[in-house]
């Protein structure tokens, strides 16, 4: 019913630059709470990002707050997130959500995910 592409990562060099992109199908993705989640070798999956289905609402996690913006394009099916100012421990997975709500819990039959795409920041 939803499917989630990501997009946009590789590496880069710490103190640089990147922005991924999540496409979405379906007409539920301008409904849809979307965000972004990362994980990195060995650790669990974590927070990075979300917004809610008008983009009206963002929520960061604090290890990411000032450096990282996400935004959608409701028009394109498409939500990014521009990645400034990125550290080594930035490095990881980073996997497209969505939802139907802000409320709703990831791990829930109705919150889907895409394939992730790679981040690596080095030193």
């Known amino acids: 019913q939803v499917q989630l592409v990501e997009s946009g990562g590789g590496l880069v060099q710490a103190g640089g630059s990147l922005r991924l992109s999540c496409a979405a199908s379906?007409?539920?993705?301008?409904?849809?709470?979307m965000g972004w989640f990362r994980q990195a070798p060995g650790k669990e999956r974590e927070f990075v990002a979300v917004i809610s289905g008008s983009g009206g609402s963002t929520y960061y996690a604090d290890s990411v707050k000032g450096r990282f913006t996400i935004s959608r394009d409701n028009a394109k099916n498409t939500m990014d997130l521009q990645m400034n100012s990125l550290k080594p421990e930035d490095t990881a997975v980073y996997y497209c959500?969505?939802?139907?709500?802000?409320?709703?819990?990831?791990?829930?039959?109705?919150?889907?995910w895409g394939q992730g795409t790679q981040v690596t920041v080095s030193s």
């Open positions: 959500n969505c939802r139907p709500s802000l409320t709703t819990v990831t791990t829930g039959p109705y919150s889907y």
């Open positions: 379906g007409r539920t993705f301008r409904s849809y709470a």
